[in-house]
């Protein structure tokens, strides 16, 4: 038993290892200097307190988002549509912020407003997906998928169209909110919110909970391990499916309303910012379970707001993040690939 | 071929399949394998048609080591299996599922394959046509497509494991006569099985197995005393039929009419009373299953009705029918009844629907060691059901069933399950019958259905008997009417069966 863990913990270490040496010949073949790309994330990451606040920025919206995804993947469910939900749950969050400015609301209320509008949408877009696999059979990456764009275009259309700045819309999106309504942050230079920190924190120490001890959680890893055999057994299968959607529709529409509320103060149209594809790499990652998923979902933000620094400093493009996030995926699955088939031909000769 | 196994151990984990089995098997034989489920016969087997390989021990082909380590290298060294659920191709024709194996050239010559095959269809006289697709063939069909293929690859050596699983009499009267010609033309046949019967019919010698080892060789004339001794290593008693009290009508199908893809069942009528065993006999597919689902909530009829304590349930839902006292336990228990992952524990949790949010994971515990133990599971509550063989699933799969039932709908209660484990899931059942819970099973098994039947239902291609007597049904009779024969005296198809099926009538 405990070999076995020290074998998987090496093989992990190893395909971090080879997802480097990829990169760094990704890198030695363009000509640039690897090593000092990576020192330059590190310094990008974790070289002041600005910086660090920053990762935290990043790992708020893609926590809550890993939180959501490791329920869905739990019920057996692969949640492409999460990038949609995401858009939706801040589209939800602006207009309800939106509404809240002209009326006499307190800020408090308006922001706890916009996270509840926030919430509804992304589940409601989620459900959306789930209906559409329930009820009229599309598998649901495919219904995800198309959503995703849907999405995308509803946000383009409120930012050029209903809700366009005045004078000229532009793509920098709409009017910044009145500061009112911002979440507060530790400081006013820094955009960490520590209340959108503790949401995720909470959220994804209640998904633990939620997959490990209740029979909630257990109806769903029946019904991701064998829907037929769980609805015999008595578990309203296509319910449960239902509800995993609207869970995790209801996580990413509240990372789109800290992005909305605590990040930009404003609708922009790229404002899912690709939590939810990271996401998805990060529980794919943690192989589905939800012990490992912050300080992976912490890593990875780290490395997004390192690379940030590249441009500037070396001319490389800060997309290198995503290359050493998609190689260290592939090497990690890869590799534990490799290690059970190793530990069944090893348990094969002994034995 | 002459086989000689030297030695040969295989464990899995702790597990040991096979303990240093040593056989030599002539050629021009045809050798039986008989043993208790977990016995090391499939190990065995698998062994020497590469589908597994063994830790340590060798394989002697005529004399000379042979080192086998996938299929493919088992058939080019001449050894062919006959899976128990046939390996092929539903999708394809039989020319290609023939083609699908053979080496040969990116362009296989199609019409030269479909010739050979038909020439050698005819030579056993099986009427296979190359052009057909394997979805269209019965069990024992698909068995025979799989005896061609592998001699048309040049089998010298036929494993068969329990072949006769699932096929009508004239097909294993058939499948058996095949056999014997294999063997007289130098074929050498292993012949896996857990049925006496079978083997004391068909083979030269038997070799049996109990818990990985060679309990010993017999030669006929068998003496089925000494065998199953061999094999369990004690004599079992023969189960008794035992009559329950009949009470009050649990289960009423009135002129129930279904339609699946392939068939469909017109007008079927049956009354069930509380403690009633119905058996469903019939081929694979002339429409038992799709009654017994109907009866589950699980599949709608077009039209008709069924009615549970009287109350019409016709177009409820499988959990509304479970709610009220109805379990249906599928015959694929690792892919249709329990989930391959989960604790025996957590199937109790899952299945007992308790209340609270949280599981308590002591009392979970607790209340999955009592059943452990009363229904003398070899697990943990912490063993996931996946490891557990296949007696011990389905003894698992009754445990999970509430007390309080009024009807079970089982599909083939024992297959693949040794005599012991057979006896004592039937042995629950019945203890549910005496206290008027009614049961309606399918089963390939003709033994069975005679065996643990009040009264047997017989499907054939949709057609549905009239409810007959157990007692006054012979197995020949039962076997004919299986078969497709003797329809006649039950009138025209689709005509509303006599009354003979009421029950009253049936137990006056």
């Known amino acids: ?351 | 071929m002459r086989i000689e196994l030297r030695d040969i151990h295989k464990s899995f984990g702790p597990v040991r399949a096979n303990a240093g089995i040593t056989l030599d098997i002539p050629s021009a034989s045809i050798l039986g394998i008989l043993g208790e489920n977990g016995a090391g016969k499939s190990t065995l087997m698998k062994i020497l048609s590469g589908f597994q390989s063994a830790d340590s021990g060798e394989i002697l082909l005529d004399g000379r080591r042979a080192d086998i380590r996938s299929p493919a290298d088992a058939l080019r060294a001449g050894i062919g299996m006959l899976h128990q659920d046939p390996l092929d191709f539903p999708p394809l024709k039989l020319v290609d599922d023939l083609l699908l194996g053979s080496p040969g050239p990116l362009r296989p010559d199609r019409r030269m394959a479909a010739r050979e095959m038909r020439a050698l269809a005819e030579r056993f006289d099986f009427d296979l046509d190359p052009g057909a697709y394997v979805d269209a063939l019965t069990v024992g069909e698909r068995q025979q497509l799989e005896i061609l293929r592998l001699l048309w690859l040049g089998a010298k050596v036929l494993i068969l494991d329990e072949p006769t699983t699932g096929i009508s009499l004239p097909q294993k009267e058939k499948l058996f006569s095949t056999i014997k010609r294999l063997a007289s033309e130098g074929m050498t046949v292993l012949f896996v099985s857990h049925k006496l019967e079978d083997v004391e019919n068909l083979c030269d010698s038997a070799a049996i197995l109990r818990q990985g080892e060679l309990a010993g060789t017999a030669k006929p004339p068998f003496d089925t005393g000494t065998l199953v001794r061999l094999m369990f290593g004690k004599e079992l008693p023969k189960a008794q039929r035992s009559r329950a009290e009949l009470g009050r009508e649990v289960l009423a199908a009135r002129g129930l009419c279904l339609d699946s893809l392939r068939l469909q069942i017109k007008g079927l009528d049956l009354s069930v009373c509380a403690g009633e065993t119905i058996g469903l006999a019939g081929m694979e597919g002339s429409g038992q299953a799709l009654f017994l689902a109907s009866c589950a909530g699980l599949e709608r009829a077009v039209s008709g009705s069924v009615c549970l304590d009287e109350r019409d349930v016709t177009s409820r839902s499988h959990h509304d029918l479970k709610r009220r006292g109805v379990a249906y336990l599928p015959a694929a228990r690792l892919e249709e009844a329990l989930v391959p992952g989960l604790t025996l524990a957590e199937h109790y949790v899952l299945s007992e629907g308790g209340r609270g949010f949280f599981i308590d994971r002591r009392a979970a515990r607790e209340r999955a060691e009592s059943r452990i133990a009363s229904f003398n599971i070899k697990g943990l509550p912490e063993s996931q059901v996946e490891s557990l063989s296949g007696g011990n699933q389905q003894r698992a799969l009754l445990s999970l069933l509430r007390d309080d039932l009024s009807l079970v709908l089982v599909e083939h209660p024992t297959r693949g399950l040794d005599i012991e484990s057979t006896a004592y899931v039937w042995s629950k059942l019945k203890e549910r019958c005496a206290r008027g819970t009614a049961i309606v099973f399918i089963s390939a098994d003709l033994d069975e259905i005679l065996q643990y039947s009040d009264r047997v239902l017989v499907f054939f291609a949709g057609r549905v008997s009239p409810p007959l007597q157990a007692e006054s049904l012979g197995g020949e009779e039962l076997g004919r009417l299986i078969g497709g024969k003797g329809w006649e005296r039950f009138g025209e198809p689709g005509e509303a069966p006599r009354a003979a099926g009421r029950s009253e009538a049936a137990h006056a």
């Open chain 1, 1 to 351: 038993m405990r070999s076995d863990r020290t074998a998987k913990a090496l093989f992990q270490a190893a395909a971090v290892v080879a997802a480097l040496g990829i990169t760094t010949l990704v890198l030695a073949a363009t000509g640039a200097p690897p090593f000092a790309a990576y020192a330059n994330i590190a310094k990008g990451a974790a070289g002041n307190w600005t910086v660090a606040s920053d990762v935290v920025v990043a790992w708020v919206p893609l926590l809550l988002v890993t939180s959501g995804l490791l329920v869905t993947f739990t019920v057996g469910l692969w949640n492409i549509g999460i990038e949609g939900q995401i858009t939706i749950g801040a589209v939800f969050a602006t207009w309800a912020l939106r509404s809240c400015q002209g009326a006499e609301v307190s800020p408090a209320l308006a922001i706890a407003l916009a996270f509840a509008a926030g919430m509804a949408g992304g589940a409601l877009w989620a459900m959306l997906v789930g209906a559409l696999k329930t009820f009229g059979g599309v598998n649901e990456i495919f219904g995800g998928l198309g959503l995703n764009y849907v999405a995308t275009a509803i946000n383009i259309w409120l930012i050029f169209g209903p809700w366009k700045r005045p004078g000229v819309a532009s793509m920098s999106g709409t009017l910044p909110f009145d500061q009112k309504l911002w979440l507060p942050t530790l400081n006013p230079q820094s955009r960490l919110a520590p209340v959108a920190a503790l949401l995720a924190i909470v959220s994804i120490a209640a998904i633990f909970v939620l997959l490990r001890g209740t029979r909630f959680g257990l109806k769903l890893k029946a019904t991701g391990k064998n829907p037929r055999a769980a609805y015999l057994l008595g578990v309203p299968t296509w319910q449960y499916m239902m509800a995993s959607f609207a869970i995790c529709g209801a996580l990413a529409g509240a990372a789109g309303a800290v992005q909305v509320t605590a990040v930009y103060h404003r609708l922009i149209p790229s404002i899912s910012s690709g939590y939810g594809y990271l996401g998805l790499m990060v529980a794919m990652l943690v192989n589905y379970s939800a012990a490992m998923a912050a300080p992976i979902a912490l890593f990875f933000a780290a490395l997004n707001v390192g690379s940030i620094q590249l441009p500037i400093v070396l001319k490389l493009d800060s997309a290198l993040s995503g290359v050493i996030q998609g190689t260290i995926v592939l090497f990690v699955i890869l590799g534990e690939g490799v290690r059970s088939t190793l530990a069944a031909r090893k348990k094969g000769r002994t034995s």
